[in-house]
C-alpha cells in the first residue's frame, strides 16, 4: 500500500488516470481475495472503480508477469489512454538455518505509460520455462519455502544461458550478425537471491579476464547495491537492482539493459529496456538514501522473536500484532491492525 500510494503523490498522478493496476508476488496468504483489491482502496476513495488487473504468482516471476501484462494491455485495442501501475512485493523468509540471512522484504511500484524515459525494447525478448522443484511452498501452514539449494542454482543458471541462447539466435535471424548478450547489452541485471548467484550466472557469459575487469565489477556492485542493503525481496529483486543502477549511474542515456528475471518452478525471462531520456527525476523521487537511513537496526534475537511470532499467527484468524512490532516504523507506513474472526485482514496508515 504504502508504496502505491508514495508513487501516487511523488508523480502527482490523479488515481482516475490509472486503468490498470497488477501485483506480483507470492506472499499472498489469501488464495482466492487478491493483495490488488487492498490497493483499489486509493482508488475507489476518490471515485475511480475501473481499473483493470488482479495478482500474478509464480514464486520471483510474478511481478514480470504483471509487468508484461500491462504493457500488453496497452499496446492492444484494450488500452483506454490510462496509465498502469505494477507493484512487486513479497517477505522473504526462512526457516533457521543459512538461507536466513539472505532473507529481505519490501516492494517497488512501476509506473507505465507513453514518453517515458526508460522504454521496452521491443523484440528483444527471450522466454525459459520448465518444471522444476527448485523451491516451492506447498504448506499452507508454513510461512516458509522448501528450497533444493543445487537445483535452485543449477535451474537459475540454465534458465539464463537458454535467454541468451535464443536471444542471440534472434538478433543473427534479424541482423544476420553474431551477436552474444553481453555485445547486446550495456548492462545486465538479475534477480539476485543472493550476489554470488548473479557471478555464477555471468561466468557463463564472460570469461575469466573479462570478470576480473574493473568495468564488470563496478556494474555488478552497482546493479545489486541496493540488494546487499535489503536482502531478496522476491518478486520486487529484479526491479530494486534496477533502481540501484539508476541511483549508482549517471551516464546510463542511450544505454541498452538486459533484465533476467527468474522465477522458481521454474519460469525466467530475459528482456530489453533502452534509456531515452533521463532519469534524474527518477532518481531524485526514488529517496534511496533518506530511506534507507529511516531503517531501525534490531538485534538477531530480536528479529528471531519476530519470526517465531509470526510462525505462531500465520494463516491464524482473531489476532492482533503485538506493539513492540510495530512501535519503531516511520510515519505514513500501513500497519496490519487486526485479523478478525472470520480472517479478514484491516490495515491503517500509522
Known amino acids: ?6 508513487l501516487i503523490e511523488r508523480y502527482n498522478v490523479r488515481t482516475a488516470d490509472v486503468g490498470r493496476l ?5 506472499s499472498n496468504l489469501d488464495r482466492a ?57 513479497d517477505v522473504a523468509v526462512y ?47 508454513s510461512p516458509y ?62 570469461d575469466e579476464a573479462e570478470m576480473s575487469s574493473a568495468e564488470l565489477i563496478r556494474d555488478i556492485e ?3 547495491w541496493l540488494g546487499r542493503n535489503l536482502g531478496n525481496l522476491y518478486c520486487a529483486s529484479i526491479y530494486s537492482n534496477l533502481c540501484s543502477l539508476i541511483h549508482c549511474e549517471e551516464g546510463l542515456l542511450n544505454k541498452r539493459i538486459g533484465m533476467f528475471s527468474y522465477g522458481s518452478g521454474l519460469a525466467s525471462m530475459l528482456f530489453g529496456l533502452k534509456v531515452v531520456g533521463s532519469l534524474q527525476e527518477i532518481r531524485e523521487k526514488l529517496c534511496i538514501n533518506s530511506t534507507l537511513k529511516q531503517r531501525v537496526k534490531v538485534s538477531p534475537a530480536d528479529y528471531e522473536e519476530a519470526l517465531r511470532i ?6 491464524k484468524a482473531d489476532w492482533t500484532p503485538k506493539p513492540q512490532l510495530v512501535h519503531h516504523l516511520c510515519p505514513g ?17 500509522k
Not at 83 to 89: D, S, Y
Not at 95 to 107: K, L, W
Not at 110 to 120: D, H, K, T
Not at 333 to 349: G, I, Q
Open 1 to 6: 500500500m504504502l508504496v502505491t500510494k508514495r
Open 22 to 26: 497488477e501485483v506480483g508476488t507470492e
Open 33 to 89: 481475495k487478491s493483495i490488488k483489491s487492498y490497493l483499489m482502496q486509493l482508488f475507489t476513495a476518490e471515485g475511480n472503480y475501473s481499473v483493470t488487473g488482479v495478482d500474478c504468482i509464480n514464486a520471483c516471476f510474478g511481478g514480470t508477469a504483471a509487468l508484461m501484462n500491462s504493457v500488453a494491455w496497452m499496446e492492444s485495442k484494450e488500452w483506454d489512454g490510462r496509465l498502469a501501475i505494477v507493484v512487486g512485493t
Open 95 to 141: 526457516e533457521n538455518g543459512p538461507a536466513r540471512p539472505t532473507g529481505g522484504s519490501g516492494a517497488v511500484a512501476i509506473l507505465i505509460g507513453p514518453n517515458a524515459p526508460l522504454v521496452f525494447e521491443r523484440g528483444l525478448t527471450a522466454t525459459h520455462m520448465s518444471h522444476t522443484f527448485d523451491f516451492y511452498k506447498p504448506d499452507p501452514k
Open 145 to 206: 519455502p522448501l528450497v533444493d539449494g543445487k537445483v535452485s542454482i543449477g535451474s537459475y543458471c540454465e534458465a539464463f544461458q537458454s535467454c541468451c541462447r535464443q536471444l542471440e539466435a534472434k538478433v543473427l535471424k534479424f541482423t544476420g550478425s553474431e551477436t552474444s548478450v553481453k555485445e547486446i547489452f550495456d548492462h545486465l541485471i538479475f534477480h539476485s537471491p543472493y550476489t554470488k548467484l548473479v557471478k555464477k550466472a555471468l561466468n557463463l557469459v564472460y
Open 222 to 224: 552497482s546493479s545489486s
Open 310 to 315: 509470526r510462525e505462531g499467527t500465520f494463516g
Open 333 to 349: 507506513v500501513f500497519t496490519l491492525d487486526h485479523v478478525d474472526a472470520s480472517f479478514r485482514r484491516f490495515y491503517s496508515c
